[in-house]
Structure formats: structure tokens, C-alpha cells
């Protein structure tokens, strides 16, 4: 399963949560934000940024994608890898450092839920 291979190579790239700005998180929209968690909505248009622009970083947080998502991550080391997730696909990922781009021909939405300890 093409999802799985994403796992590990998020997760390896250790490194505060994008900066906000009202009720945006860089080219996300938070759609809660209490002291339990925060959800954020990111929408990425083909060939652009899909949870944060350029390299960033995330907290540890649950990805749920709302449409089927063709991604290109990129690591700050350099390594890179296609990513195929589903619509519908719940993933769970460490906190890391990634730049993520749209390699899809279709618009990616996702959300990402940040658990508040």
C-alpha cells in the first residue's frame, strides 16, 4: 500500500506549529480551536503547497484527506518521495519537517487535527 511508504518518511524529520494568523495557519483555515485540539483545513491548488508553504513543520497531528491527494514531500535533507493518499484515509504522522507540494492535476483538501496536552 502506497499510503503506508509516507509514514516513515514523515516521521523522521524531527523539528513549533505554523505560525497563525487570526483564523489562518499559513494556507490553512482553523475550523476548531479549544483546549482539547485544533483542526486546521488546508486546501492545495496542483503544483502548490498543500499543508504549509515551503518547508515547515507540524506538531504530531492526525491527517484526514477530504479528496484524493497526489504529493510530493520533500525532506529537509533532500530526500523526496511520491505520496498516493485516498479520499477518505486517516493518517497519523510524528512531529517533522516537510515541504509538501500538489502533484495532482485536482485540487487537495485536508484536514489536520492537533490534539492539545
Known amino acids: 500500500m502506497k499510503t ?7 516521521a523522521s524529520a524531527l523539528v513549533p506549529l505554523a505560525q497563525r494568523d ?5 494556507n490553512g483555515k482553523i475550523l476548531v480551536d479549544n483546549d482539547k485540539l485544533t483542526v486546521v483545513e488546508f486546501v ?9 508553504a515551503g518547508m515547515h ?6 491527517t484526514v484527506a477530504l479528496t484524493d491527494a497526489h504529493v510530493l514531500i ?3 535533507d533532500g530526500q523526496t518521495q511520491d505520496a498516493e493518499i485516498p479520499k477518505g484515509a ?8 516537510h515541504e509538501a ?10 484536514l489536520l487535527v492537533y490534539l492539545k496536552e
Open 22 to 26: 487570526g483564523n489562518k495557519e499559513e
Open 90 to 97: 486517516a493518517l497519523w504522522f510524528d512531529a517533522g519537517t
Open 4 to 10: 503506508l511508504l509516507l509514514l516513515p518518511l514523515l
Open 44 to 52: 492545495g491548488a496542483p503544483q502548490a503547497d498543500v499543508c504549509g
Open 74 to 76: 520533500t525532506l529537509p
Open 57 to 62: 513543520f507540524h506538531k504530531a497531528h492526525l
Open 101 to 110: 507540494i500538489n502533484s495532482g492535476d485536482d485540487e487537495t483538501r485536508l
